[in-house]
């Protein structure tokens, strides 16, 4: 049943779902709350991003159907409400592991869990140094090789896909941090690693809410088309939906980010770049509320080799050729083996493409 547990600053919603205990050994949380209960607290914007979000809570709710846990999450709806409610929801002592959700809250974690000794918290997306803290980051910078390396190829064969012959793609993140400047790495290192000639239009939507301005990033991605971008690929959460509007409204490409998000336009984005944070959730859930096992004090990454990142094409109604199909597959192979080491900032995109020359 679901019901409203207040904060200092507002009223967020959080819910909890009871449900019957999986058998299993779990740790034991603070002031003898439940072993199989869990908190989750979403990033701004929250539910309905069809992206990060919603990937993140689908994969609470899988462990609540398939582990029989139970779980409680918040949508907070700005930055400053994010220690207060991990102080909320650690002072209860109801639940194994807080799932904290984002880049943004390694400032109140670092904050509060030394506050909680015996809560245990996991962080994906960042990293909090701590005896009771478990981080879970990806290698955003692989997958987004993946989908470079398909813009870099659609552009190289541009009469097959129906785009300009002009070798221009653009990308629009959130914000510019070190996170999300991954993706744009990653993204023209994989564009150039098979197009040479090719040109990346970048832009943030930045302001107060970046990553749930979709009027913005619409108007940024109009403006990119207009410059010949016809192949455009986000990295902004919710605001990502603008640059699909956009998509449709001007008849471009556009790649998603995080969840498959192909089945959103299918006529218009042509591949995602999967981030399994889904999975980390599950992974987390399971191993701090059933195998009591969860890696506080450490650091796990996921990435191609671990299916944490990759990508896909399915759902879209936009046909990839088997030939280029084939040369993506090859490529994510060397990314799992380690021949590919994909760089993580802009200026090392050039060293990298140096390196491995064709």
Do not use: W
């Amino acid at each position: 049943m679901k019901k409203l547990i207040a904060t200092v600053l507002a009223v967020l919603l959080l819910c909890s779902m009871a449900t019957a205990c999986a058998p299993g050994a779990a740790t034991t949380p603070a002031n003898g709350g439940s072993a199989k209960k869990a908190a989750c607290i979403l990033g701004v914007g929250g539910l309905g991003d069809q992206s990060y979000n919603d990937l993140v809570y689908s994969g609470m709710k899988k462990a609540e159907s398939e582990l029989g846990i139970s779980f409680d999450y918040a949508e907070p709806k700005q930055i400053s409400e994010f220690e207060l409610i991990m102080r909320d929801m650690a002072s209860s002592g109801q639940y194994s592991v807080i799932v904290c959700v984002g880049f943004d809250q390694v400032d109140p974690l670092t904050k509060v869990a030394p506050e909680f000794p015996d809560q245990k918290f996991a962080l994906i997306d960042g990293v909090v140094e701590g005896a009771n803290i478990a981080n879970y980051t990806c290698m955003e910078e692989e997958g987004s090789f993946l989908v470079g390396a398909l813009a870099g190829l659609m552009k190289k064969n541009a009469a097959a896909y129906s785009v300009a012959d002009n070798n221009t793609i653009g990308f629009i993140a959130a914000m510019e941090i070190p996170l999300l400047v991954k993706f744009n790495a990653g993204y023209q290192a994989g564009a150039k690693f098979v197009n040479p000639d090719i040109n990346v239009l970048t832009d943030y939507v930045g302001g107060n809410n970046p990553f749930s301005d979709t009027t913005t990033a619409k108007e940024i991605a109009l403006t990119q088309n207009s410059k010949g971008a016809d192949i455009i690929y986000h990295a902004a959460g919710g605001s990502g939906l603008g640059v699909f509007q956009a998509a449709a409204e001007q008849n471009f490409k556009a790649i998603g980010v995080n969840s498959n998000q192909n089945v959103l336009d299918p006529d218009h984005i042509v591949a995602s770049m999967l981030k399994r944070v889904d999975t980390a959730a599950f992974e987390i859930v399971k191993a701090a509320c059933v195998d009591g096992n969860l890696a506080v004090g450490s650091t796990i990454v996921l990435g191609v080799k671990d299916d944490g990142v990759g990508y896909t094409l399915e759902g879209s109604n936009i046909k990839v050729s088997d030939e280029d199909v084939a040369i993506i597959e090859g490529l994510r192979a060397k990314i799992a083996d380690g021949t590919l080491v994909i760089p993580t900032t802009l200026e090392e995109v050039d060293s990298f493409l140096a390196a491995n020359a064709q």
